[in-house]
């Protein structure tokens, strides 16, 4: 296929990669005259109607991605020439070479260039994993990781590409699963069909095991579904142990998130390297289950988030029993007080006066159930967060009220979810306490949850509580455990 054109555009220029009815080509866009990569997937004796699902399911991730270390959607269309009948798949071409490809010309890893392709990758996973959906690569192996050129110091830039096996949690979810991956990269949930954030970590450390031992996974021992990598690997303590949580087989045991990885790692120098890197020490998990990734349906809170921001839109509840009770009560009250006040004018002056003034406190109380009552209507409680600050707000209509006052968002320092629970009260009687979920920030509390907001589901305070952990990097807490 050198020299063809397809689509009356694109050169090819060379072949990267074959297999059973793919192919991997790089070709130059005769508009732009800039090198690009085409994957084809051809209608030939092998192909299968999963092929092309998963080839179209490429396509419509990339169009949706936009990230500097993943290669960006150009182009797609139906391939229809004298040599090949198919679909094609245009992306960027990024000039590196893969992991595997080093491996193979004989170069290795010291323990700090690891951390370095760990901490790269694991911002990537961030990115991808922190999407709505979630979307989840399923094949990160040292073949689909390209590593440029090295910069003074720097190992050179990562990159992550092939997403032919892409899937969001939503679409794990509902339809028939297909299982795709690489044997020794994967882990024990994938082979069932199942996909989680987490499976993709076990794939990175899969990866990283490989880069400290130049062996395959699959090639090493195993124990109870555990790579037994520990003697061949000359790497400390510390990585030893955060790559054997990264690989964990049970996936309750297995670090949840990308974000949690991440947040292992602390800053220490390198004197052989003469530089700083990040060391990956024992992970510090959290005591709480895994909790729900993906928006509840039904749920009418707005979510909206990027890399600088994120903000939550708690909608007025609308009209219930209670509601209406409150409605009911804060019309009787307000019409007795108002007889009341015009029975009080009406008597002389300055008798009058006292009587008047007695029923401002009801007034007051009256005020405050029809503000109550209208803003359970037409209300909505808004979290803002920002490179700068963190703010809470209570919007009605076009007035704006800030409790507590915005701070700064550097002062950010705890994230708390606490599931609702039972106690007794003075009397003995079992009471229930609303589950609840709050911010901390210096002294103030940020909390979207609780008798003053108005969100009951515990599944969708879950969402929301994984939703900021892993925008803010920050573990989940529960005081109520020990």
């Known amino acids: 296929m050198i020299g063809e054109i397809l ?3 694109y050169e090819v220029q060379q072949l990267l990669g074959k297999k059973a009815g793919r192919r991997t080509l790089v070709a130059r866009d005769l508009n732009t005259q800039e090198l690009v990569v085409i994957k084809l997937l051809s209608f030939g004796g092998d192909f299968e ?6 080839f179209e399911r490429e396509a419509e991730t990339l169009k949706s991605l936009s990230h500097p270390l993943i290669p960006r959607y150009l182009d797609y269309f139906e391939v229809n020439s004298a040599t090949i009948k198919g679909f094609a798949l245009v992306q960027t071409y990024i000039p590196a070479k893969t992991l595997e490809q080093y491996f193979q010309s004989g170069r290795t890893f010291n323990e700090a260039e690891v951390k370095q392709i760990a901490k790269a990758l694991l911002e990537i996973l961030i990115y991808l994993h922190g999407l709505y959906p979630p979307v989840i690569h399923r094949d990160l192996k040292p ?4 590593l440029g050129e090295r910069s003074g110091n720097s190992l050179g830039q990562v990159y992550l590409v092939d997403f032919g096996s892409v899937q ?3 679409a794990t979810e509902g339809g ?4 795709v991956g690489s044997y020794g990269y994967m882990p024990q949930e994938q082979f069932g069909g199942r996909t989680v954030p987490a499976s ?3 794939s990175l450390g899969a990866t990283l095991i490989y880069l400290v031992t130049g062996t395959h996974p699959a090639d090493l021992p195993q124990k109870d579904f555990r790579i037994q990598f520990e003697q061949v690997a000359n790497v400390s303590p510390g990585l030893t142990r955060w790559l054997k949580s990264m690989t964990e087989p049970s996936l309750e045991r297995r670090l949840s998130s990308a974000t949690e990885a991440m947040s292992t790692m602390v800053t220490e120098p390198c004197r052989s390297a003469g530089f700083a890197y990040a060391a990956l020490e024992k992970p510090q998990t959290t005591n709480l289950p895994a909790l729900l990734a993906s928006k509840p349906d039904g749920s009418k809170i707005q979510l909206t988030k990027n890399g600088d921001s994120l903000e939550i839109i708690v909608p007025p509840p609308g009209l219930n029993s209670s509601i209406l009770f409150t409605g009911v009560f804060a019309i009787a009250w307000n019409s007795f007080i108002l007889v009341w006040t015009i029975g009080a004018l009406s008597a002389p002056f300055p008798a009058n006066i006292p009587f008047a003034l007695f029923s401002l406190p009801f007034w007051s109380a009256g005020c405050l159930m029809v503000y109550k009552l209208t803003f359970s209507l037409f209300g909505r409680i808004c979290l803002r967060l920002n490179a700068e600050q963190i703010s809470l707000s209570r919007e009605l209509f076009s007035w704006k ?8 968002r550097k002062s950010v320092n705890k994230l708390v979810y606490i599931p609702k629970y039972f106690t007794k009260d003075s009397e003995g009687n079992r009471v229930a306490v609303s589950a609840q979920l709050y911010i901390c920030s210096g002294v103030q509390k940020y909390q979207i949850s609780g008798n003053d907001v108005d969100i009951k589901s515990e599944v969708e305070l879950e969402w929301l509580a994984h939703e900021l952990s892993e925008w803010l990097g920050l573990p989940i807490t529960n005081p109520m455990r020990s």
């Open 143 to 146: 073949s689909n990781i390209l």
């Open 168 to 170: 969001t949690v939503l």
């Open 176 to 179: 028939t699963r297909t299982v």
């Open 200 to 202: 993709d970590l076990y």
């Open 401 to 408: 009220f800030e409790r507590p006052r915005p701070s700064p």
């Open 7 to 9: 689509a009356e555009r």
């Open 49 to 54: 109607w999963d092929d092309l699902k998963l």
